[in-house]
């Protein structure tokens, strides 16, 4: 009957480097407004990586803290309360004086259930780049692996170790070939991860011309400065399906990619815009 969209359309006709490329151009943004909000932060993200880069720490579940799983903490800043949320847990590593030389169990434990749900959700780990593979011949081989590899010494922590250098970059809603070192419940799926990240023969994600000819109604409600979802392409995307009056088009720096959780009247707003009823 209808088609709603929360929060971003594919990026049909987008490859999975182009997809990383935006997405990691939208964190450098993302990381500017968390260091904005909390200046006092850079050189605590700082010290912590620097302890971590010297000696990486066991976590209580058997996985392990090493610079490049602690920078993975940037993905809580795609939600709402995300740079809050980042903030409040970081404070449970700063010393009442001084610099970090050690890192509490209860701070260990606040990552390591920050980020539980790559080890009791793997489907995430193993197929999250997958999902951008749109027919023969395209593999993701680690994508967002090769293309922060790419983007310069502001993206590879270890030039950042000292107070002159820029803030030391947190990641986004990436998934990377070493997860399965740092995540003890990941370690059995390392073999498939790899398979998977090789496999190039996926059937196609998207009929284009089925998509231009369809004539359901759409509404799409798309963040502004989401990181998860780059918004360009969604907009591209809302092209190919006819752009308005078919799709109508709702782009607001009011939510991040959480909006719908965190205000679920949008739905009724969408459904309503779907029937017409409302422009925006």
């Given at each position: 009957e209808r088609a709603l969209f929360t929060f971003g359309l594919a990026p049909v006709g987008c490859s999975v480097e182009d997809v990383y490329r935006a997405t990691f151009k939208r964190m450098e943004y993302r990381n500017k407004r968390y260091y904005a909000r909390y200046p006092a932060d850079?050189?605590?993200?700082?010290?912590?990586?620097?302890?971590?880069?010297?000696?990486?720490?066991?976590?209580?579940?058997?996985?392990?803290?090493?610079?490049?799983?602690?920078?993975?903490?940037?993905?809580?800043?795609?939600?709402?309360?995300?740079?809050?949320?980042?903030?409040?847990?970081?404070?449970?590593?700063?010393?009442?004086?001084?610099?970090?030389?050690?890192?509490?169990?209860?701070?260990?434990?606040?990552?390591?259930?920050?980020?539980?749900?790559?080890?009791?959700?793997?489907?995430?780990?193993?197929?999250?780049?997958?999902?951008?593979?749109?027919?023969?011949?395209?593999?993701?081989?680690?994508?967002?692996?090769?293309?922060?590899?790419?983007?310069?010494?502001?993206?590879?922590?270890?030039?950042?170790?000292?107070?002159?250098?820029?803030?030391?970059?947190?990641?986004?809603?990436?998934?990377?070939?070493?997860?399965?070192?740092?995540?003890?419940?990941?370690?059995?799926?390392?073999?498939?991860?790899?398979?998977?990240?090789?496999?190039?023969?996926?059937?196609?994600?998207?009929?284009?011309e089925a998509l231009r000819l369809s004539t359901s109604p759409c509404a799409a409600l798309l963040a502004y400065d989401d990181i998860y979802v780059e918004r360009a392409f969604s907009e591209k995307t809302v092209d190919l399906l006819g752009g308005f009056p078919r799709v109508r088009t709702w782009v607001s720096n009011e939510f991040q990619h959480s909006g719908l959780r965190d205000q679920p009247s949008v739905f009724e707003k969408l459904l309503a815009m779907s029937k017409g009823e409302l422009e925006h």
């Open positions: 850079v050189a605590l993200v700082r010290q912590i990586v620097a302890l971590l880069h010297a000696r990486a720490a066991p976590l209580p579940r058997g996985g392990t803290l090493s610079p490049r799983r602690f920078l993975q903490l940037g993905l809580l800043l795609g939600s709402a309360s995300g740079l809050e949320a980042l903030h409040d847990l970081l404070e449970l590593a700063r010393p009442p004086a001084g610099e970090v030389t050690s890192l509490p169990s209860e701070f260990l434990l606040a990552v390591e259930n920050a980020q539980q749900h790559f080890e009791t959700n793997p489907l995430y780990y193993l197929l999250h780049e997958a999902i951008y593979c749109d027919g023969p011949g395209t593999a993701s081989r680690w994508a967002a692996e090769r293309v922060q590899a790419s983007l310069g010494d502001d993206w590879d922590y270890t030039r950042c170790l000292t107070s002159e250098s820029p803030p030391i970059q947190l990641t986004g809603e990436m998934v990377y070939s070493w997860m399965a070192e740092d995540y003890a419940w990941l370690r059995p799926l390392q073999q498939a991860a790899n398979l998977l990240a090789e496999k190039d023969d996926w059937a196609r994600l998207y009929d284009e």
